[in-house]
């Protein structure tokens, strides 16, 4: 498939399987946290997803003071032994029956803080392993298959481990995962040149430029900024409508809430992955109408999920809610590697992460109030009905500029 194509050069098929492990170990490691907070806090559990995506936010907005002047490998591979390590405090407190939430807090916003200096620095590796356009489309297409892929992995773990080892073991899985993806990017990024450092300021104003620098570069790219904007709405719904919602939720409606989870999980990532499939093998052409059509899937998706029973309309659902992933996702990719040149991606890649962990912090950190007021499900529904308004505001967005342009 037109998608595996840059498995066949060795340094991208190294630096792949590192994402792989990486993001599987995320994904599992988001799982556990939650898991583990739900039974000390119940649905105040929000809160520390809320200080999680805080510290992304908080990475992802300072981060570049690091990323743009280390060596990405080497920021790649510091962040995965330090999630590393902090992961396995979690799991020798638990051997110690010293798990606490004091403790869960700590390193939760300690490894969230790390975690968004990986893929900045990955996005701005890509190029130099993947210059010819075609493969680097290709590339792109099987790297955002990465975390579909951990979609289906992670949880497929839980599902597997549920029952073997105890939750707070999990974090022994998770320190694991990222070891051996230190171990893996190591193997390719140590023979890539020193990047060059492209500041034109030095002093204060390189720190500067490196913080609001992705964001000044967005002036004049509207289809863009739609894309920042709903995807704002679109990392909220996903944060309190299915990461923390339908914990939650299932907690209350189901037999066995975790293997359920798991399950649903695992099928959103089927359906990550087939849709990645399937675009990863044609033209990236009008991402406007992909952008929109993928808010609108995603908002229905979510909105669907309560009003049915049974893992089976768990999983239908949420695999029909999953096209929005690629369909998204693989859309931005390609505006922000044709829109700026790139020495600004990695600028503007932190830009976009920045947008979406502020999505998920201020959903998080809502989401106990409204559950509070409004019920779990009712609450799940409303935020799947912002994500498709969202769409349906950029349609109309973009029907109007281009009836203007035609008046003109």
């Given at each position: 498939m037109f998608v595996l194509k840059p498995l066949m050069h060795r340094r991208i098929a190294s630096l792949w399987i590192g994402q792989v492990?990486?993001?599987?170990?995320?994904?599992?490691?988001?799982?556990?946290?939650?898991?583990?907070?739900?039974?000390?806090?119940?649905?105040?559990?929000?809160?520390?997803?809320?200080?999680?995506?805080?510290?992304?936010?908080?990475?992802?907005?300072?981060?570049?003071?690091?990323?743009?002047?280390?060596?990405?490998?080497?920021?790649?591979?510091?962040?995965?032994?330090?999630?590393?390590?902090?992961?396995?405090?979690?799991?020798?407190?638990?051997?110690?029956?010293?798990?606490?939430?004091?403790?869960?807090?700590?390193?939760?916003?300690?490894?969230?803080?790390?975690?968004?200096?990986?893929?900045?620095?990955?996005?701005?590796?890509?190029?130099?392993?993947?210059?010819?356009?075609?493969?680097?489309?290709?590339?792109?297409?099987?790297?955002?298959?990465?975390?579909r892929m951990a979609r289906i992995v992670g949880p497929s773990l839980i599902a597997v481990v549920n029952g073997i080892l105890p939750t707070a073991q999990f974090f022994t899985v998770t320190a694991a995962t990222f070891l051996l993806s230190a171990l893996a990017v190591r193997a390719v990024t140590r023979r890539l040149p020193i990047e060059p450092v492209h500041h034109a300021e030095t002093g204060a104003a390189a720190v500067i430029d490196s913080v609001v620098g992705g964001f000044r570069a967005l002036r004049g790219h509207p289809v863009v900024i739609f894309g920042l904007l709903s995807s704002l709405i679109a990392n909220g719904t996903w944060a309190i409508g299915y990461l923390l919602g339908m914990v939650l939720y299932l907690r209350q409606t189901s037999d066995d809430p975790l293997t359920s989870y798991g399950l649903m999980m695992m099928a959103y990532g089927i359906g990550n992955m087939a849709t990645n499939l399937i675009l990863a093998s044609m033209s990236p052409g009008r991402p406007a109408v992909r952008l929109v059509i993928s808010r609108i899937i995603f908002g229905v998706g979510i909105l669907l999920l309560p009003l049915g029973h049974g893992q089976v309309w768990l999983m239908a659902v949420a695999g029909f809610a999953a096209i929005n992933g690629p369909l998204g996702d693989l859309a931005m990719l390609h505006l922000l590697q044709t829109c700026f040149p790139p020495h600004r991606l990695a600028q503007v890649w932190r830009t976009y992460m920045c947008v979406v962990f502020a999505g998920m912090f201020l959903a998080y950190l809502v989401a106990p109030a409204l559950f509070g007021l409004f019920g779990i499900g009712p609450t799940i529904m409303a935020s799947g009905a912002a994500a498709a308004l969202s769409g349906v505001a950029g349609l109309g967005f973009f029907v109007w500029r281009r009836s203007v342009a035609g008046a003109v």
């Open positions: 492990l990486a993001a599987t170990g995320a994904e599992f490691y988001a799982v556990a946290v939650v898991w583990v907070a739900a039974d000390l806090i119940g649905q105040d559990a929000g809160y520390l997803s809320a200080l999680q995506a805080g510290g992304l936010l908080a990475g992802s907005l300072f981060g570049g003071v690091v990323t743009d002047r280390w060596r990405h490998g080497t920021t790649m591979i510091a962040a995965d032994l330090m999630r590393a390590a902090l992961v396995l405090v979690l799991s020798v407190a638990g051997l110690c029956h010293a798990l606490s939430l004091p403790l869960l807090v700590a390193i939760a916003g300690s490894v969230s803080l790390i975690t968004a200096s990986f893929d900045p620095s990955l996005q701005a590796t890509l190029p130099s392993l993947a210059s010819d356009p075609v493969l680097r489309h290709a590339t792109n297409g099987l790297f955002d298959a990465t975390k």
